[in-house]
């Protein structure tokens, strides 16, 4: 093929310079009837022989042209500009130079305007280079990367790396699918050899459409024919291994493989707190990062979500992990595809913590120290089914549904010394939880100028947390009857359960390119029942239940929201403005045991969002937002219920919303060019009606109950960053501010609380590629504290340094260093 | 009365054409690319994702603004639905089809491109391409006989393959214009095939005196200086992550 181009060439080459050496030159000019000059208009030079070949010439300002033709041919002129009558003419040109002079008329019929009908076709390219595998193979193989090996041109390393003629293949697909994460190793090491019918390789393979034009590419796809009959394949790996002080690990992984399916199980048992399914694997069960890219909020939930807070929380005394995951991808047809997982987790954990609690609540303050050891059992089983059907572009609909079943319990030990008392208690947990979620969405081009879409999800939580305090002293005195024994046992057992609805239909209708406007209803209604008793078990058998002073909810809430939303959606020059106005009818109905409540209220939230776009890196953004919130079950039971072993909560039947403004303003800029990142934020928060809770304070031990609360409270920060690499440092200057203020209501009085901080990094980080790299920084903070009468300011400086070098290809040396 | 009216403006035209031979408008186009295969069974994510950003392309509108000697060809600006997760395709597809300004001017056979790169404007300014390769090759376009001309582009430091560029003009609409800074052909480019993507003409309306001007913001380099400095930035930050990863 590299033989054929330069063959091409050379003739082209050739052709060039033959056809140039036989040249003559006709030159000339191109004037209107008036012998005034005609600047840029065209003369065409078709030739009679179709193997000559066709030649332009343009005038140029002052309407002169040179046209460079093969001797002794042909030719048919066309000279042309727009608004005049084209000028043809036969030229047979001689061994000679020729002037030609041409005058065009002036052609009043006018074309003024032309719609053209015409598409071009689409067509399906690939840059593919094919290798009959059979022809190269001996039948000795085993894996593909033996039959690779045989392939002229394609070079496979040790770890399973594959390059074809110099560039690295990056992704590995099987009957033009992607083979599990596309990575080339699980695939050259565990494809058997004996099912490789073709392989092709695809070059300028791009995966990301947005990189083409940056780097246009030295990417290179490797695609896997199978044979006939060897579509279906089984295999996998198993790691094993035993260590010092009873430390082990088992890890296997399987994979199941036909073109309509595939499964993937990853298992792990191991007592060295090692987690071998990582956050990138529940991506890939997820979907794939390419996929969840269309949805950036999804990728945020599934980072977010507590099983990946699992996947990456390392903070333990001592970790034992069991843990199985298995991955499903079924292809129903070409629009529909279902794919689901399963996985299950059993892990116990050791933690242990010491706090220091000052309680400044009067004249004079006094410690707390407390320890607390924890034992935890975490078993989980999360699940889902998602499917995709999308019968065209105009068109998508997604199910999902989500289940985690979740058996926590801990067995703990709190030690706390303070001036009142010095008290151990141990307490027992168990949480049941259940947790389901349904979610539809769909939408769908309804005209050119309307797209519709609906969302629904349905959720349902069920949980059940007991928890058991045990203790040799009265605690709460006052607060719960207990009553005289050797061992102090307190039950708690609650039930929490949730049924939500949400719906929202919204229609988008696009008036022109700079005028949209987006309507939408929707409604939310929640069904949540909440109950809890609290009660001491005597040795001698018989239960003191506290319900007699006052314990124990039996309380139900039923909520109904319905909104009509309405946003309208401008452009001036480089800025987008939209103003939204949500209408929300809000009805709600609380019930404790028998006696019943209604309330209904009607609430108008405003928001404004202004985007203004230098450029595609530089940007401001602009948020304001009235927000309503409603109370949580808890906050509205309104009988006691033990918190903790020093506290006692009750909730408040009578609270209705929160409302509160918001306004954030950002400011960023960002140019790889000059290295520069800048970056400012601020935000600011002004709370007009909310909840406080009144807290009853004694010794350790305290009762609070939420009350409406009008008086306001602000919080406001600001930060900014600005950082710049020159040459292979790194310099960046990060600062931040925060200010709040806030009541607090103990012990009957209300006093305004205001905190203040600012703090500001400087570092400076070196970006070398071989040799050892090293920030440094220096962190100083300032903090102050106001609260009745008591003022605290205090100060921290911090200098920092991290060194870390890469030797000998795979190890990594860091360190740190704090002052 | 009407009639008369008419008459005056066929005159006034006429005058006008005649005294300044101002040839101007603009030219409408829009564009699609080739679709990968989307195979029967499980899909790709990838050539999903290649394949619904090329679906988004038919939304994207390119407008060539034209007089005597000088045309302007840029993307035209509309505001992003909000439907939510099709805002990220839409992005894609318009850095698919190209954001970039191009500027030409004829009498300087100059052509300036406004780009945004890196987080930054440049003004790149180049000579205007004129190695086309004519072809005896013909075919109608909306009943316009349009005759094909090739050019290579070659591979430099930014792209690392060759790029072939086809151009579909009609010597019937005498302009020496088209999309993407590709100009100086005896006619009108009513096909553009810029690798796999095709830029069409949809509309052509000629007015009197449009005012073309050079865009202005932006750091002034050449094409050389322009590539020498994205690859050494791909150098400094592509293959720094590719060598973590």
Not at chain 1, 452 to 478: C, H, M, R, S, V
Not at chain 2, 185 to 193: A, K, M, S, T, V
Request: charged content about 20%.
């Amino acid at each position: 093929m590299k033989l054929f181009h330069i063959k091409n060439t050379i003739l082209l080459l050739l052709a060039g310079f033959s056809s140039y050496a036989q040249q003559i030159k006709v030159s000339g000019k191109v004037t209107d009837s008036l012998q005034d000059p005609l600047a840029y208009a065209n003369i065409l030079a078709i030739p009679e022989d179709d193997s000559q070949g066709v030649r332009f010439a343009i005038t140029e300002d002052n309407g002169s042209y040179q046209l460079g033709l093969s001797k002794n041919q042909t030719y048919n002129l066309t000279v042309s500009f727009l608004g005049f009558t084209p000028y043809t003419k036969v030229l047979t040109t001689t061994e000679e130079n020729l002037i030609q002079n041409f005058v065009l008329k002036e052609n009043p019929n006018q074309l003024d305007e032309v719609i053209l009908n015409y598409t071009p076709p689409i067509v399906v390219k690939k840059d593919t280079i094919t290798y009959d595998v059979s022809r190269f193979v001996t039948g000795e193989e085993r894996k593909l990367r033996d039959a690779l090996k045989k392939l002229p041109g394609v070079e496979v390393d040790r770890a399973g790396n594959v390059t074809v003629q110099g560039k690295k293949v990056t992704k590995v697909l099987v009957e033009n699918k992607t083979f599990f994460t596309g990575d080339s190793k699980l695939a050259v090491n565990n494809i058997p050899a004996d099912a490789v019918d073709k392989v092709e390789i695809l070059d300028n393979y791009n995966e990301v459409a947005m990189l083409k034009g940056l780097q246009d590419n030295e990417d290179m796809a490797m695609n896997i024919k199978l044979k006939e009959d060897k579509k279906k394949f089984t295999f996998g790996d198993l790691e094993a291994g035993a260590g010092i002080k009873d430390r082990y690990v088992i890890h296997p992984n399987l994979f199941y493989y036909s073109p309509k399916t595939n499964v993937n199980f990853i298992g792990d048992l191991n007592n060295q707190g090692v987690k071998s399914f990582s956050f990138r694997d529940y991506l890939e069960f997820e979907g794939g990062f390419g996929k969840l890219l269309s949805d950036a909020s999804s990728y945020f939930d599934l980072f977010n979500s507590d099983f990946a807070r699992y996947l990456n929380n390392q903070d333990y005394t001592a970790n034992t992990n069991q843990f199985g995951a298995l991955n499903i991808r079924q292809a129903i047809n070409k629009a529909t595809d279902i794919s689901g997982y399963i996985i299950s987790s059993n892990s116990k954990t050791n933690t242990e913590s010491h706090i220091t609690n000052e309680y400044l609540n009067n004249e004079d303050p006094y410690f707390e120290n407390r320890t607390t050891t924890n034992n935890f059992n975490n078993f989980f089983t999360i699940g889902k089914l998602t499917l995709n059907y999308k019968p065209s572009f105009e068109e998508d609909f997604a199910y999902n549904s989500f289940i985690k079943v979740t058996n926590n319990d801990s067995k703990g030990l709190i030690n706390t010394i303070n001036p009142i008392q010095n008290n151990s208690i141990a307490t027992n947990t168990d949480i049941k939880a259940l947790n389901l979620k349904q979610n539809i969405t769909y939408s769908r081009k309804l005209s050119k100028n309307h797209t519709g879409t609906l969302e629904a999800t349905y959720t349902f939580q069920n949980d059940k947390p007991l928890t058991e305090w045990l203790t040799n002293q009265q605690i709460l005195q006052g607060l719960i009857p207990l009553e005289d024994d050797v061992i102090y046992d307190i039950l708690q057992t609650k039930r929490n359960s949730a049924h939500n609805v949400n719906a929202i239909v919204k229609d988008y209708w696009v008036l022109n390119n700079f005028n949209h406007i987006y309507t939408s209803v929707g409604v939310n209604a929640a069904f949540t029942n909440f109950y809890n008793q609290d009660l001491q078990q005597l040795s001698n058998g018989t239960i003191n239940n506290f319900n007699t002073a006052g314990f124990g909810n039996d309380f139900g809430y039923d909520f109904l929201n319905t909104f009509v939303g309405l946003e309208y959606k401008f452009q001036i020059g480089i800025a987008t403005f939209k103003p939204m106005l949500y209408t929300h009818f809000y009805s709600w109905q609380t019930q404790q045991f028998e006696e019943k409540s209604n309330h209904s209220k009607a609430l108008i939230l405003p928001q404004f969002t202004t985007k203004i776009e230098f450029n595609n890196s530089e940007k401001i953004n602009f948020k304001y937002s009235l927000n309503a919130r409603f109370p949580g079950i808890e906050q509205l039971a309104n009988n006691f219920v033990l918190n903790n072993f020093n506290s006692v909560y009750k909730g408040n039947a009578t609270l209705e919303n929160q409302l509160y403004h918001t306004v954030s303003l950002n400011y960023h800029k960002f140019s790889l060019f000059r290295n520069l990142n800048l970056n400012l934020n601020t935000n600011f928060n002004k709370k007009v009606e909310h909840f406080k809770n009144v807290t009853q304070l004694q010794g350790i031990e305290q009762y609070s109950t939420p009350v409406f609360f009008d008086l306001p409270e602000h919080s406001w920060s600001v930060n900014g960053a600005i950082s710049k690499k020159i040459n292979k440092i790194r310099y960046k200057l990060r600062s931040t501010f925060n200010y709040n203020d806030f009541y607090q209501i103990l012990n009957n009085d209300t006093h305004l609380n205001i905190s203040k901080s600012v703090s500001s990094t400087v570092s400076a980080e070196t970006f070398f590629k071989k040799l050892p790299n090293i920030e440094i920084g220096y962190k100083k903070d300032f903090n102050a504290y106001r609260s009745s009468n008591i003022i605290s300011n205090f100060e921290n400086d911090n200098f920092f340094a991290i060194l870390q070098y890469d030797f000998l290809r795979d190890f990594i040396f860091s360190g740190r260093l704090c002052l | 009365m009407n009639i008369k009216l008419t008459f005056l403006l066929l005159f006034l035209t006429f005058i006008g054409f005649s005294q300044n031979h101002e040839n101007s408008g603009s030219v409408v186009y829009k564009i699609n690319a080739s679709k990968k295969k989307s195979d029967q069974g499980v899909k790709d994510s990838n050539i999903d994702f290649y394949n619904r950003t090329i679906s988004r392309l038919d939304e994207l509108k390119y407008h060539l603004e034209f007089n005597k000697e000088k045309s302007l060809f840029k993307i035209e600006n509309a505001l992003v639905n909000d439907t939510d997760k099709s805002d990220f395709f839409l992005k894609s597809a318009k850095l698919f089809g190209g954001e970039e300004i191009y500027y030409t001017n004829l009498k300087d056979k100059k052509v300036t491109i406004q780009r945004t790169m890196l987080g930054e404007i440049f003004l790149i300014e180049d000579a205007i391409q004129t190695d086309w390769k004519l072809t005896s090759e013909t075919k109608l376009i909306a009943n316009y006989k349009c005759l094909k001309a090739e050019m290579i582009l070659e591979k430099n430091k930014i792209y690392v393959n060759d790029i072939k560029i086809i151009a579909w003009f009609t010597p019937e609409i005498p302009l020496p214009f088209g999309p993407r800074g590709y100009n100086g052909l005896p006619g009108l480019i009513l096909e553009l095939n810029y690798g796999d993507i095709n830029y069409y003409a949809t509309e052509i309306k000629f007015e009197n005196q449009v005012q073309i001007s050079k865009p202005t913001q932006g750091i002034k380099i050449t094409s050389e200086e322009f590539e020498t400095y994205i690859s050494q930035k791909i150098d400094e930050y592509g293959f720094e992550n590719k060598s973590k990863n």
